[in-house]
């Protein structure tokens, strides 16, 4: 592991299409974050898993947003029914016992 | 909402430069955290401060918090075009408040003209 990867990259989808988002941590990170990021703006936290538990989820996590840690490996960040305001970079991040995170290069979501 | 906010919003200077960056906070912190984003990546954990401490260095780096005032500033010594970025101090983390993720101000965007 060299660092934390997330896939796609870029991800251009129609109003109303449903996306998934991968995100694979440092393997001895037991902590996983995801945030979104507008442009011009500093990230703003999703939801937070420790190993497999989902332990967080901010209010911006609205119903249509679901996220999973199976195994307490990868996460995936699932979006339904997508709108024009979803539109944005999301970003995984994850952390060991220490506090600061390592983040990873994002995915560019463009809702058309 | 946002936990800290930086001033200046955008900051050009001149490469062999200063630059510094300050971000403000409103609840109390056990640490404080400075992140450096390259346009269109992720971020990149640069410094933390202990609320214990006052002033921080690492490399052109160098970081004070003042808990008085709920503020910190960043000063990047002799800067070079590989600087340019968008700079952010975030706040919270595991041992704050119990809450585990961070959060973020707005972010100072640098640009560092060769």
């Known amino acids: 592991d060299t660092g934390v990867s997330q896939d796609p990259r870029h991800k251009i989808t129609k109003r109303g299409q449903n996306v998934t988002f991968r995100c694979d941590p440092i393997s001895e990170h037991n902590r996983l974050y995801w945030y979104r990021q507008t442009l011009g703006q500093g990230p703003e936290f999703l939801t937070y898993f420790q190993n497999e538990a989902q332990l967080e989820k901010s209010r911006l996590l609205s119903d249509r947003f679901s996220a999973e840690r199976p195994k307490g490996s990868f996460s995936t960040l699932e979006i339904q029914r997508t709108e024009q305001g979803d539109s944005a970079m999301y970003l995984c991040?994850?952390?060991?016992?220490?506090?600061?995170?390592?983040f990873g290069s994002g995915t560019q979501l463009s809702v058309l | 909402s946002q936990q800290g906010e930086e001033d200046p919003q955008a900051l050009s200077i001149q490469e062999g430069e200063n630059a510094t960056m300050n971000c403000s906070y409103k609840t109390s912190i056990n640490n404080l955290q400075w992140y450096r984003q390259n346009s269109g990546r992720g971020l990149v954990h640069l410094i933390l401060i202990r609320s214990n401490e006052r002033e921080k260095h690492s490399g052109r780096l160098r970081v004070t918090l003042d808990t008085s005032k709920k503020s910190s500033s960043l000063l990047i010594t002799a800067s070079r075009a590989a600087d340019t970025a968008s700079y952010f101090c975030a706040t919270g983390g595991y041992e704050d408040t119990g809450r585990r993720a961070l959060t973020f101000g707005s972010g100072t965007r640098l640009q560092v003209q060769p």
């Open positions: 991040a994850s952390s060991p016992l220490a506090e600061w995170s390592i």
